[in-house]
């Protein structure tokens, strides 16, 4: 099943608010439907917000309307912009979108139409070469997996959050089918419950085994010696090997620690912001206060209860057993300006 789709001149991308309930998908004919699907959640997972924005921007090429004033150098600029304030904390999204930027610098004395065919390519393209990247990641990443392995993950990191095999998931996947008996433990992940309404719906369709855990029981399986290694994803990953990713991840990163438990990090090349030293620059995403208040359509708390909701952490590298990328298994110490460049993926 297709997450995100280009069909006669929309974007298509399948609700992920709606998941496992409801299989709808929501058709985009403007950048603004993109903005608005982005920062709704409707589709989310860093890897797959930088695709849909890169397709938004294609779509904005369209949108723009000649002689209605204005070029169409401002129209991409302002559309770019607007893509990009959806959401702070991933980096792929800004990557993506500076990607389609350089081919448009590269080709705006083209005409309109020629210019507009160009950008629907590269953004194609940004998806078609994030998916071989999340395949090569899954090969390494599976290399980690001892045959009967118990993972502990969180949040989603599967086919719906990226360009179609996942990142951390997908190394999951891929060692199921190499047949490694792997086991999976789904941690809910409140307040959006990514991993219940999204992982668990995944490993279902793949016929991986796994249980699904409210977040709090962690600690428990730990100390039952029950994980055998934990494998997440990122949003954004500093040149020092600091990460962010779904809040709640740190405290997973503390108990590996704690337990002696291998921790692993999986994401492509996209994730990574070589512009930062350190997690401490990487900006935090604050959500709507009323995700913590509600489960579903339910108020679990009192009306206009304070809340706080900051929707990523920052994990520190000396708690990160080793990352896994499309270049392959990174150990510490990390000094990933050795070995990626700033523009990123390599194709
Ligand atoms: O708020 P979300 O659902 O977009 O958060 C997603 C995550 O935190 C994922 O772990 C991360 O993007 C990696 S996805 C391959």
Sequence with gaps: MDVLRWEKRQLLLLDQT????????????????????ISLLQVRG?????????????????????GKGGTLEDYLKKAAEELGDTR??????????EQMNRVYQTVKDKALDEVREYLLEAAK???????????????FGSSLIPKGARILTYCNTGALATAGWGTALGI????????????????ETRPVLQGARLTAW???????????????????????????????????IAANGDFAN??????LAVLAGFHNCPFYVAAPSSTIDLDIDTGEEIPIEMRDP????????QLITIEGCPVLNPSFDVTPHQLVTAIITEKGIIKPPYDLVKIFTKEGVSR
């Design 18 to 37: 709606l998941l496992p309930h409801r299989i709808e998908y929501l058709t985009c004919t403007h950048y603004r439907d993109v903005a608005e699907a």
């Design 46 to 66: 860093a890897p797959a917000i930088g695709i849909a924005a890169a397709y938004g921007y294609a779509l904005a090429a369209l949108n723009y309307q000649e």
């Design 88 to 97: 702070p904390t991933a980096v792929n999204l800004h990557w993506a979108l």
């Design 125 to 139: 393209g940004i998806h078609t070469d994030e998916l071989r990247l999340e395949e090569r990641i899954a090969e």
């Design 172 to 187: 999951v996947r891929t060692a199921h089918e190499q047949g490694k008996e792997v086991k999976v433990y789904v941690s």
């Design 202 to 236: 995944e490993l279902h369709q793949a016929g991986i085994p796994y249980k699904l855990i409210t977040d709090n029981m962690a600690g428990y399986l730990f100390r039952q010696n029950k994980v055998d290694l934990v494998l997440v994803g990122a949003d954004r």
């Design 246 to 251: 779904k809040i709640g991840t740190y405290n």
């Design 290 to 297: 009323q995700e913590v208040r509600m489960v579903g359509s």
